[in-house]
Each structure stands twice: as C-alpha cells, then as structure tokens.
C-alpha cells in the first residue's frame, strides 16, 4: 500500500513544502500552522508509514526505513526538489532526507527534532502511543506540551478517529521500540550522524521549546554550525499547537529565499 499524502497547488513552477509529523501524529495535525502559511503555497503533507491513513503503507519502522519510503514516493510524484520540515521523529526522517539527497532539499525546518541526543521520555511516548479514546489522547498531549497549553478539541477528535482503526496502536508500540535503544543503562534514542551534515549548505532553521518534557531543549546545542536556531520560551514539545505562530514565521523565512 502507498503512503497517504495531502497535496495541495502542486506546479513545476515552486518547490513544495514537504510536512512530516511526530510520532503518534497524522498529517492533519499541521493545519494550525498551514492555515497560517500562504493559501497558495504547495504542499505535500504526509500521514507517515504506520500513522492515520498510511497504517498499513510500507515502510513501518525506525526514521532511516521510513525516509526511503518518502523519498521514493516524492519520486513516484516527480517532485525533484522541496522544502522539507519536520517535527520530532518528523524531524529525524527530514535530516536523513536531507543526507540522502542535499542537491533536493531547498530548506530544512526541524520543530524539537529526534536523535540530537540520547535523552528521551519514552515512557510518555509508550502513554501516547496506547492512547485510544478522545481522553487518553488529551492525556497523552498534555504530558507532552508545557504546563497549561490545551489541545485543539479538533485535532483530538481526528488522532482519536485514528487509534480506533485495528492495528493503530499496536503499529505504534512497534515504532516506537525501533527508535529506542539501551544497552546497559537506560532505554534511550538512538542518534543522528549529526557531524555528517557540517559543509551540506541547506539553509537550517532548528526550533525548540524551551519546556519541551520528551526532548530536552539542551540537545538544541548539538546542531551542525550555520543552523539558525530559535528556543521558544514557555512552549513544550507539541510546537505545531503550542506556538503555530512562530512555526510558520519560520518556514516562510525559509521558503522566501532563493
């Protein structure tokens, strides 16, 4: 089965924007941050391998199998270069994205990307992941964003839509586990090549939230040298519903250049 992917104004005139989400979330999660981007501005928005309407899609696993299936199915769409940004394990497929073809990618937007450090809360993600009805998702949410911020009932309602699919959540403990690594200490992520990406020249805007409880905000300094870097006071982990505002000032810095 193919992936999933909202596409919307596609022309061979412009570059794309290309959206990847978190884990546990669908592409529709992006809409605070969309509707705040130019109504015309192409876009390619996924549900990744294993999420929402791409369940049962090739490519289920770890970031590295999950970029090869979205770089083939932007070559299955003809898509020869694109904009790329990517929040949390969205954020390590877009880096490995960018390592495999750099020629492609016009800009690179990472939101509290995964792998620029071993520190994880998998034991919020594992919460998430077997979240279910509409309340266990809100949980779920909550545990990841700073103190007081509150989920678009909305979105809710769609991620709760699809947990009910069969397979959905166990598809996601499955993902999950493919991330996470321990050997004799405690569990942990696995790790970018992150010094591969010094010399590649795609103009990097990396954002963080400054509360962010699953990744912490100190993993923002293992960034390659040149990446603009931006830590977003009082937001946690969820940039796309916490601070949409800042999100999309950023990607349209980013595709506003040449």
């Not at 940004?85 to 995964?114: E, F, N, Q, W, Y």
């Not at 397979?167 to 493919?178: C, F």
């Not at 954002?207 to 912490?216: A, Q, S, T, V």
Request: hydrophobic letters at 45%; glycine letters at 10%.
């Amino acid at each position: 089965m193919t992936l999933f992917a909202e596409v919307r104004h596609l022309s061979s005139a412009k570059s794309p924007l290309v959206l990847l989400h978190g884990f546990g979330g669908i592409g529709a999660v992006w809409a605070p941050v969309s509707r705040r981007l130019d109504p015309d501005l192409p876009l390619v928005v996924y549900d990744l391998p294993g999420h929402g309407r791409s369940l049962d899609a090739d490519g289920v696993g770890h970031a590295g199998v999950m970029a090869k299936v979205i770089l083939a199915d932007l070559d299955r769409r003809g898509i020869l270069s694109f904009h790329l940004c990517g929040h949390s394990m969205g954020g390590a497929i877009s880096c490995l994205l960018a390592l495999k073809v750099p020629d492609r990618v016009r800009s690179l937007t990472l939101l509290s990307p995964g792998g620029f450090g071993p520190q994880i809360d998998h034991e919020a993600l594992r919460r998430y992941g077997s979240a279910v009805n509409k309340d266990e998702v809100a949980l779920g949410l909550a545990a990841m964003c700073a103190p007081g911020a509150r989920p678009d009932p909305g979105e809710l309602a769609l991620l709760a839509a699809a947990r009910r699919r069969p397979g959905a959540t166990d598809r996601l403990v499955e993902i999950l586990n493919s991330f996470l690594v321990q050997s004799e200490g405690p569990i942990e992520q696995g790790t970018l090549p992150l010094t591969s990406f010094e010399g590649l020249r795609i103009p990097t805007r990396l954002l963080w939230g400054h509360d962010d409880p699953i990744l912490p905000v100190s993993q923002a300094a293992n960034v390659w040298e040149g990446a603009d870097v931006t830590l977003i006071a009082g937001a946690g982990h969820m940039l796309l519903d916490e601070a949409p505002d800042v999100v999309a000032a950023a990607l349209a810095a980013a595709l506003a250049k040449p």
